[in-house]
């Protein structure tokens, strides 16, 4: 691929980045950096890409080493990012408990009969 | 016929496939960005990864599958537990730490992408040899800063900036020193000397900006870091021609470059300013150091629970000695209490509150408080003028109402959280030091605000204990 179409997706996709992340919530910056995290782990394809042309000890060593490296990015960034997500939780909706709070009263007469 | 390996290995099925993944980080993305829908934009970022592995996987070229596995298997023996284990109050460490080694990766493929060019008889063209420069030179960087940063995070590292005489000349020599050598290699030079001194100077440089930065301003450290790291794997996309890393890469840059302005301007400061040097770092801490002894009125857990309890609108404005103390669970008991008696609760978050961006807001998640109670800066400050009762939990500067009002502060501009204009204020803290900026707040001494002096936790516990008696 020639250098200015990579400079095209790469200008586009920055106004793309720019345009969905700009309105992010406070209370989603630090999942949002640690999703980010595990998508820069992507430079693992990098070393994919080149381990098998490289030749001599030090590259292929280098390399495991810069996929090790990507895999702690992706693999880390999306499960914590996960692990963070889940504890985001809203507040009892009250339709919910009227609903639960029903169920009470419906199981009440029950029980006594 | 074609054959199924046939097709699976077309070029243009591999470009599809990375078309395919990279909609889906973006998608997974613009998911994230709502409370409602992140959980599952995350995962749909993560099935755009596997696609790109895969697809990557599948190309002709692709060898060497054992070395490749074992690369995969060590970052999951590593990643996997750090990931399940890491506390929430960690998590700024973590992130550098994921800063870091995603730079490393950035770095090393550089440099081994370089010595495969010379072993294949010289300089690659230039469209492929300058991205490999830049990522190498910002890859470096970001994976030393990030280790610093870790470092003093972690606590590994004194917290306090750490400055070097001449800091700024040094570090100008030191980029120098990289791009001087970037430009004698893309100019011709072929040698690796020179490459690995390209690495050298910016893991020096690396180093030496983020040593000297103040444990106040790492939320924009991190960030910056973060945009760092994105950039160089966007970098090292163009220079491997891999239209997926370009992508992942620059909207990592993108977002950790909005980051990073959005935590600059909570603490009115520019980036150049606080790379430049640390917070005070000279020794000049302003007004602490006076000595004068101003009056200040302590209170004790009793009289804070029945101010609380007499309250109609209660806020709760938190800061990071709330995190070190652990408090979070017994804030949200107390708030529990007091919603049960009607009065209602909501917290504050200024968006610099904790060591990373966001990070108040994730604790007080993992304590259950529920994300509606916790209101940004902006949407709360209108609010306090009808608060009843204000509660400052290990946080200072952010509160600081010298920053609205005492032009010679050093921290005059930046946005704070009004929560002197509320009716009362307890402020809890341990004693009556300085904060980090190591600035006096006035707040302290005004006439509506009463202090709760020890460890943020087992005050809360005492006035909580103090309500429920009531």
């Not at chain 1, 782990?41 to 495991?64: D, Q, R, T, W």
Request: hydrophobic share 50%; charged share 15%; proline share 5%.
């Amino acid at each position: 691929m020639d250098l200015l179409t990579e400079l095209t997706i790469l200008v586009l996709a920055a106004f793309v980045g720019f345009e969905v992340i700009s309105k992010v919530p406070n209370t989603l910056h630090t999942p949002l950096m640690s999703a980010t995290n595990a998508i820069h782990g992507i430079v693992l394809l990098g070393g994919i890409l080149i381990v098998a042309e490289s030749e001599g000890f030090l590259s292929k060593l280098l390399l495991v080493i810069a996929i090790a490296f990507g895999t702690i990015n992706v693999i880390g960034g999306f499960l914590v990012t996960d692990r963070m997500l889940a504890l985001f939780k809203g507040r009892k909706k009250p339709e919910e408990k009227e609903k639960a709070a029903e169920a009470e009263t419906k199981a009440t007469p029950e029980a006594s009969r | 016929m074609i054959l199924p390996a046939a097709f699976l290995q077309d070029p243009d099925f591999i470009r599809f496939l990375y078309i395919v993944a990279f909609a889906l980080f973006i998608v997974g993305m613009h998911g994230v960005t709502h409370v409602n829908t992140a959980r599952r934009g995350n995962h749909i970022a993560a099935v755009g990864m596997a696609i790109a592995v895969v697809a990557t996987l599948l190309i002709e070229e692709v060898g060497d599958y054992g070395l490749i596995a074992l690369g995969i298997a060590l970052g999951t023996a590593v990643g996997v537990p750090a990931a399940r284990q890491v506390k929430m109050t960690a998590m700024p460490q973590m992130v550098a730490l994921f800063n870091g080694v995603g730079g490393g990766a950035v770095a090393l493929i550089s440099y081994v992408e370089y010595r495969d060019a010379l072993a294949l008889g010289g300089n690659p063209e230039l469209e492929t040899l300058i991205p490999i420069l830049f990522a190498a030179t910002i890859g470096s960087i970001s994976f030393w800063g990030s280790n610093i940063a870790f470092g003093k995070l972690q606590g590994i590292l004194p917290g306090k900036p750490i400055g070097v005489p001449g800091q700024q000349f040094v570090n100008l020599a030191l980029l120098l020193v990289a791009v001087v050598a970037a430009v004698a290699i893309a100019a011709g030079a072929e040698s690796e000397g020179l490459f690995l001194l390209i690495l050298l100077s910016a893991a020096v440089l690396g180093n030496m900006v983020v040593l000297p930065i103040g444990g106040a301003d790492m939320p924009v450290v991190i960030s910056l870091l973060n945009a760092l790291t994105g950039l160089s794997a966007a970098a090292a996309g163009m220079a491997l021609d891999n239209v997926a890393l370009i992508v992942g890469g620059i909207i990592v840059g993108a977002s950790g470059t909005i980051l990073t302005r959005l935590m600059a301007a909570a603490m009115n400061r520019s980036i150049p300013n606080i790379v430049a040097g640390g917070f005070g770092g000279d020794g000049a801490a302003p007004a602490a150091g006076d000595g004068e002894e101003r009056p200040h009125r302590s209170t004790d857990a009793t009289s804070v629970a029945s101010q609380l309890t007499l309250a109609d609108r209660v806020v709760v404005a938190p800061g990071y000695g709330l995190a070190v103390a652990q408090a979070q669970h017994t804030v949200r008991e107390l708030a529990d209490e007091l919603e049960k008696r009607g009065i209602e609760v909501s917290y504050a978050i200024h968006p610099v509150a904790g060591r990373m961006p966001g990070h108040m807001n994730v604790l007080l998640a993992e304590a259950d408080v529920p994300y509606e109670a916790l209101k940004e800066m902006d949407e709360i400050n209108p609010e306090f003028p009808g608060t009843d009762v204000t509660l400052v939990i290990g946080a200072n500067d952010v509160t600081n109402p010298a920053a609205r009002e005492d032009e010679s502060s050093p921290i005059y501009g930046m946005p704070i959280l009004d929560v002197d204009k509320s009716e009362q204020v307890v402020v809890l803290k341990r004693s009556m030091n300085t904060g980090f900026a190591g600035i006096d707040n006035p707040l302290f001494y005004n006439e509506n605000t009463t202090l709760l002096f020890g460890d943020a936790k087992s005050s809360v516990q005492e006035v909580l204990a103090a309500v429920k008696e009531l």
